[in-house]
């Protein structure tokens, strides 16, 4: 853990093997993100369509999730539509 001093200006300087750790080079931008109590510097993505690409690649697809969701709900509408339906008609014939 590094321990570094904020100058009158607030920059604080971030030392160089978590720079390069981090890819960070001059003129590169960090999110200051505060965390209720703590703060962290994130790396931003330089190219945040292209380095997310693919990353949920191999996992579990969430439009089929979501279509399986949606036919689920439609089945248990109709069921109780269907329902609803045949107490109408038994009601009806009671009633006559």
């Known amino acids: 853990m590094a321990i570094v001093k904020v100058s009158k200006k607030g920059w604080v300087v971030i030392p160089h093997d978590i720079r390069e750790r981090y890819g960070i080079r001059p003129g590169d931008k960090v999110h200051v993100i505060d965390y209720g109590g703590r703060i ?28 399986e969701d949606r036919r689920w709900e439609r089945e248990q509408e109709e069921r109780k539509y269907e329902e609803w339906v045949a107490r109408a008609k038994e009601k009806s014939l009671r009633d006559g």
Request: proline content about 11%; hydrophobic content about 45%.
């Open 40 to 67: 962290a510097l994130v790396p931003a993505l330089k190219d945040p369509i292209r380095e997310l690409h693919g990353m949920f690649k191999g996992g579990p697809s969430l439009t089929e999730a979501l279509l």
